[in-house]
């Protein structure tokens, strides 16, 4: 049996899904021979730890009932350099502008000698390159297929199972909350202010829903797998963004009528990064409803492959954390 | 450098579609460590043999000269058991009555400690348990991702991408000619004889069109997942089987008038195997057109993941047969 000792930074909704999946997937995890005890859980107010490994369903009943897990009033990064373990899970919140606490956490956690999973997008904006290169000189893993279409498998289906398969383009619908807006516009011939209440809501927009609804997030993505499929070196100011705020009603209806619909769409390529509002065919995959993420790759061998799935949800993200974990200690 | 000696065994489309692809991605190979050597390719007049490694250019244009590659009166078998090499890529002809050569060359190159990669689906629809015991209890390596759709991932992505994830449930088209009959039959109000002929003419179905329009080639598909995704022990036998020659253009029409489409849908779980034309709404990512095959899987964390892509074609399924391949040795 492998033991696997980690941390998880960050306990919002993603750091308590990951809690959920380990005690959820204990046997099967077993089963192969990993066993995995988080040693600390740290979130905004401070931290948990215990070297012989935490009771992770006490650990969620206390963030539920008292709004924190902390007993220790240390950092990320204070546990990071100070308890003894392997890997770190970071969920922390993705901040774009500077990278914010994740990206530092990154940083300590691969000088410190420690792989990392995470499902936060903002450092990999920002410094992708910088943070892989740290990673592969101290021999660490790094992986992060959660940044990128919650559970649909994406980076890890172009680098593993279509290894070889040299990738052309990527081309899809990678933020769920902009296509749960445009597909309920059209249904209900209602305006974007009227649907974005609708939407923050149901808890499908945030308060704030800037970051979803201009592109922002999908322009994030596209980075991600610029960097991470097409061995690009690009930051967040190298994509070309329109978001959707702009699209009325009418424009939705006369695509309807000439059998299109408008959706936002990102695309990369070697050479090209863009979001934006495009007409796709109402019998194309790309013209998926709801809140659904759908990705079609274009490859060199195997023609076009898509890949649908659902974009977020901290049980779904999770399990993306989770097959980044087997991935790294299967073979070890 | 990791040198990687095999055999070609089959040396029809698919087989040369192998050779193409191991001389496309030579380079690539060599960037990731692996030197593929050909030191075999058989076809049904016989077998070319070089220890040293065949020149595979000269190999494709004799097949396409002379219609065969064989320089030598010699059998698959007897390549397996006589020629040193530690991998056999087998590309026979599918026979799901007994499992034709295909199912002794699998044997016999389990029997002889060569892993083995294959696209043949009929050994694997009679004997996957027996087969399957016998390649781990040997120490060795038996992948078949090119045996369900095409360059579709779908085996690799369930049990590697999804690793962790229970897949509850998978449902799809995995029929590429079905879905091409389907499709014709309603676009242009035609009957089923009509558009039969049209498929056969294009290339798109068989001369003996029975193995798939029957339904036949879906359940071997459906035998393949439930064993190797749900770890059952199922063969042909267990499948309740319904194919499309019944289905009329007025039972199209009507369910069009209903926003629906029918559809050859193939479902396992581990209660049910099943292969029969249902009705799919219109707007179902199930009720993709044209030649293309879909799947669907219903998993216990990340919801329905579906993946879509080309279901045949040489360069395809050599991809897949490419991508079992660095799977086999990456870690090596």
């Keep these: 049996m492998k033991k696997i000792t980690c941390s998880i930074l960050g306990f919002g909704a993603i750091g308590q899904g990951v809690a959920e999946v380990l005690l959820m997937k204990k046997e099967y995890l077993e089963s192969i021979g990993l066993e995995v005890k ?9 931290a948990t730890v215990n070297p012989e490994g935490l009771n992770l369903a006490d650990c969620l ?44 956490n990154m940083f ?53 199972v279509l290894a070889g398969n040299k990738i052309i383009s990527i081309k899809g619908i990678l933020n769920g909350t902009c296509n749960y807006i ?22 499908i927009a945030e308060t704030d829903p800037t970051y979803d609804v201009e592109g922002i997030d999908t322009a994030c993505k596209l980075v991600i797998l610029a960097n991470a499929i097409f061995g690009l070196d690009t930051t967040y100011k190298d994509v070309e963004v329109t978001g959707i705020t702009k699209i009325t009603p009418e424009a939705l209806e006369m695509a309807n009528e000439n059998r299109h619909v408008i959706k936002l769409i990102g695309e990369v390529s070697k050479e090209r990064i863009e979001v934006a509002p495009r007409l796709v065919p109402i019998n194309h995959p790309l013209a998926v409803g709801g809140t659904l993420n759908i990705a079609s790759l274009c490859t060199e061998l ?31």
Tied chains: 1, 2.
């Design 38 to 46: 988080v040693v600390a859980i740290v979130d905004s107010k401070g």
């Design 61 to 104: 009943s206390r963030k539920r009932i008292r709004g924190t897990v902390a007993l220790e009033n240390i950092s990320g990064i204070e546990v990071i350099r100070s308890v003894d373990h392997e890997l770190v899970i970071e969920t922390t919140p993705t901040n774009i502008k500077t990278g914010g606490v994740g990206l530092q």
């Design 108 to 160: 300590a956690a691969f000088q410190t000698g420690k792989s990392l999973i995470t499902s936060n997008k903002g450092p990999l904006t920002l410094k992708y390159r910088e943070l892989m290169t740290t990673a592969k000189a101290a021999g660490l893993e790094f992986r992060f297929e959660a940044t990128v279409g919650g559970s649909m498998p994406i980076i890890n289906l172009a680098n593993e």
């Design 182 to 203: 445009l597909t309920r516009m059209l249904e209900e011939r209602a305006s974007y202010t009227d649907i974005l209440a609708e939407s923050i809501e149901l808890g």
């Design 302 to 332: 195997a023609g076009e492959i898509t890949v649908i799935g659902k974009g977020a949800g901290p049980v779904e993200t999770a399990s993306a954390i989770l097959s980044d974990l087997i991935a790294i200690y299967k073979h070890s």
